[in-house]
Each structure stands twice: as structure tokens, then as C-alpha cells.
């Protein structure tokens, strides 16, 4: 079967793996005190570092494609509330906690974290700086839109200690980009890239999505190949998931004709022959990077890592999620926050806190979580390592999912034998699926709608 065969074969909808149990299994009996008991039992006393979430939800206008928690508003005023009450749930999980953490990951996401101000993102950074330690060598992250971000703000992040950009670009056809309400050139893009490396920042990423309205297979080419002569050190091409039942200000690109499932495979396969031929190679599922960069170097030592933001090569023994929507992984367990900004803001004035929801691992739910992490982030799953860890015979455990995998290995996806199950390359873009062979709830009914796989 040829590349093009199996994408279609193993194109299908499935979860993208950030947690398992993925979040559609997370229930809302969990909230602020469940949360606390958590964070004291999980982290207390512990020294292993661990990571930091920030979600800022603003954004000053819609793309019509967006599918994350945002709040649309041109009011800056708006950030002081929300920065107070970030400040001040980042105090509460350390008091919480009661003794001092470290972190080997901070990440900002959105929304445009570059909605705050200079000095908002100086006072958001010391507060975080002032309630924990920051390990040697920590990842320090931010997504920046080049559209709205400026060079004091890019300034003010690297003297901060920022080393890390993530830019969303998503398409440079001018066209689909005035469709999908989100004009930006390749200079602009290019411009701010190069200042980025300029200031030192590395391991810069580039967003891309497939499947917007009025791309084609020609028109993507082209957005490929002007990409690729930027050369970002990562690039993520994300399927785009058009749920207007979700996000209802999806309907408003309706009246544009997108590429059907035929043509986005084709796009798809595009993209991985490009990258794959220029230098870039597959981390897993969507994401590519220079053969040079750490995410990549990070797959041979068996160090490469993945949470709530992606891959990374930064291991944290847990994470908190700050802000509207976000989400922890706090021991056996996962925490998500309200999503709403106002009343995320209103919980943490009244409580210091505002999970809403989550899950607590079961003992099988831990197997299986750490049998898909190995898959994910290691390709590799040494049946001895699970025995080591959790005193079973994995051939016994899982006979099912074993025989289960005869077809990835005919089609050269894997490779299975007594001792381990081991991803090709190829396979790594095939992750996804094989992954779900190990996820208990799948078979289980359910009104989660899950992304296409690829
Ligand atoms: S800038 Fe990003 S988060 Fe904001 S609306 Fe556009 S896609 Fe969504």
C-alpha cells in the first residue's frame, strides 16, 4: 500500500492523546476541593520538577476557524481583572502545596498571551518566578500571533527568560486568508521569525492547518513551499476541524467551498513528502522538525516527552493548568478549569481556585496511560518495562490489543515480537491509530467528537 493508501486507510476520528483517560470521560463531580486534596497528595514534599500551564483567552478579532477558548475583545482593560486572578490562583496552588516546587516547563497559550502589555507579562512572569523555583535549562514558552505581537513585547519575553515562540501562520494563500478572517503576509511572518532568532529565541515553531475553505492541493503547494524557505525549526500541520454544533462562528465561511476528504489526504501527503524531503523529519502524527533540532534529537535518546502543549523534551512529573479552561495532570488525576472567563475570574475570587472537572486514574487507566505515552513519545513499548513497573506479563494483559496489531506490522507501521512493540518511521504518522488500540473507551458509546486522526 503507498503513503497516500494507508493516510486514507488511517484517516479516521480519533483522540489526540494529551491525557488518557482523554477529557471526554472526565466528569464534573470533580472541583476546587478534590483539586486541592490532589495537589497537597501529588506534590507535597516532592522535589521532581514539574510544569506550568498559563492560558490568556483574549484575542482582539475572530479567525473564524479558531477552535480554542477564547474571548474576543479590543478592551485592554480587560487584562488587569484576568492577570489579578491569575496571579492570585497561581498563590493559591502553592500555598496549597505548602512547599516549594520547580519547574522545568512554563508555557503560555490562548487566546494571544500577547494581549497583556509589557508590563502585565513582567508582572505575570515575576509572580510565577516568586512562587517557584525555575530549573536549570527550562523550557519557557509563549504562542505569539506576528500580527499583533510587537518587538518591545518579543524584547521584554527574552529578557524575561523566554526561549521558546510558537507562531501561528496557518495558510499564506491570501485568499483563504481573507475567508478565514486572518490576513498575514509572508513578510510580516518572515520579519518577525527572524527577529525572533535574532533575540535568541530557538526551537521556533510555525502552525499550519489543512482542510480551511477554498485551499487546494496547488494553492497549499505553494504555502508549503514558502514555509519550508523560511525553515522554522518545527512545524505543526494541524486537520482543521470544522464543528460549527461547537463553535457556531464556524458557519460563517460556509458559503466557501473546502477541500473534501480526497484532497485533504492529498494535502497532507504533500506536506509530510515536503518536509520529509527538506530536511524535516516526523515526530509523530502532525508534527515535523529540522533533523538539527533538539524535539527531533530528543526521539533517539528516548527523551522526548508530551502534554497539554505537545511534545517536549522538558519531562515534568505533573503539571498545573492556570486560567480560564485550563488543565492539570496532577498525579493519578486530571483538572480542568471553568472555561468561561468571568466566571473563571469569580471562583478564584471566591475560592483562590476554579477546577470544574477531571478524573482520578483508575489501575487500569494507569497501564494504559503509560502504554500509550510510551508509544507516543518513545515509539517503542519494551513489554520488560511494564513487567518492572507494574509486577504483570504484558502478552497476558493485553493478548487482545497484541493480535490487534497484525495489520500495522504487514503494512510496515510497527514491528511486534515477544520482547517489544516498535514504531517505524512511517508508523510515527500513524501514531494516533495505533495508540487507540489501546484506549478502553473507545468501544465504550459516547457523544465526544474526536478530530480526523489525519
Ligand atoms: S488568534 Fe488564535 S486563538 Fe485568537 S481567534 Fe485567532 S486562531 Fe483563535
Request: charged share 25%.
Amino acid at each position: 500500500m503507498d503513503l497516500k493508501e494507508l493516510i486514507k486507510k488511517y484517516s479516521t476520528s480519533g483522540p489526540r492523546y494529551t491525557s488518557y483517560p482523554t477529557a471526554p470521560q472526565w466528569v464534573e463531580t470533580f472541583k476546587v476541593d478534590s483539586y486541592r486534596e490532589q495537589l497537597k497528595k501529588s506534590f507535597t514534599g516532592k522535589t521532581e520538577p514539574i510544569a506550568l500551564y498559563v492560558h490568556i483567552p483574549f484575542c482582539e478579532a475572530l479567525c473564524y476557524y479558531c477552535g480554542c477558548n477564547i474571548q474576543i475583545t479590543k478592551d485592554h482593560s480587560r487584562s488587569r481583572i484576568y492577570l489579578d486572578a491569575l496571579i492570585r490562583e497561581i498563590q493559591t496552588a502553592v500555598e496549597t502545596i505548602g512547599t516549594r516546587q520547580t519547574l522545568s516547563q512554563i508555557s503560555w497559550g490562548g487566546g494571544t498571551p500577547t494581549f497583556f502589555n509589557c508590563d502585565e507579562i513582567k508582572q505575570l512572569h515575576l509572580a510565577t518566578l516568586q512562587a517557584f523555583d525555575l530549573a536549570p535549562g527550562a523550557e519557557v514558552s509563549i504562542e505569539i500571533d506576528p500580527r499583533v505581537t510587537t518587538r518591545e513585547q518579543l524584547k521584554t519575553l527574552r529578557d524575561l527568560g523566554f526561549n521558546r515562540v510558537s507562531l501561528g501562520v496557518q495558510d499564506f494563500n491570501t485568499e483563504v486568508q481573507k475567508v478565514i478572517n486572518r490576513i498575514q503576509s509572508i513578510q510580516l511572518t518572515d520579519e518577525m521569525l527572524k527577529f525572533c532568532r535574532s533575540l535568541g529565541f530557538s526551537g521556533i515553531n510555525f502552525d499550519l492547518i489543512y482542510g480551511l475553505p477554498l485551499q487546494t492541493v496547488e494553492t497549499f503547494k505553494k504555502t508549503l513551499k514558502e514555509v519550508i524557505a523560511l525553515r522554522p525549526d518545527r512545524i505543526a500541520l494541524y486537520n482543521y476541524a470544522h464543528l460549527p454544533s461547537l463553535r457556531p462562528h464556524q458557519k460563517i465561511m460556509d458559503k466557501h467551498p473546502r477541500p473534501d476528504s480526497e484532497e485533504r489526504l492529498a494535502i497532507f501527503t504533500d506536506g509530510y513528502t515536503e518536509f520529509t524531503q527538506h530536511g524535516y523529519r516526523s515526530i509523530g502524527m502532525d508534527h515535523f522538525a529540522l533533523e538539527t533540532d533538539e524535539l527531533f534529537l530528543a526521539i533517539g535518546k528516548e527523551k522526548l516527552y508530551r502534554n497539554f502543549m505537545g511534545y517536549t523534551v522538558k519531562r515534568g512529573a505533573g503539571m498545573i493548568g492556570i486560567g480560564a479552561s485550563a488543565i492539570g495532570e496532577i498525579g493519578g488525576s486530571y483538572f480542568q478549569n471553568i472555561r468561561e472567563t468571568k466566571p473563571y475570574e469569580d471562583s478564584v475570587s471566591q475560592t483562590g481556585l476554579a477546577a470544574f472537572r477531571g478524573c482520578l486514574l483508575s489501575q487500569e487507566d494507569t497501564e494504559r496511560k503509560w502504554i500509550i505515552q510510551q508509544l507516543m513519545c518513545k515509539f517503542v513499548l519494551r513489554f520488560k518495562d511494564y513487567q518492572v513497573l507494574f509486577h504483570k506479563d504484558f502478552g497476558k494483559e493485553f493478548s487482545k490489543e497484541l493480535s490487534l496489531l497484525s495489520e500495522f506490522q504487514k503494512e510496515g507501521i510497527l514491528t511486534c515480537d515477544s520482547q517489544a512493540i516498535l514504531i517505524s518511521d512511517l508508523g510515527r504518522l500513524f501514531i494516533r491509530n495505533v495508540a487507540m488500540i489501546f484506549d478502553a473507551y473507545l468501544a465504550l458509546p459516547t457523544q465526544a467528537t474526536y478530530s480526523k486522526t489525519l
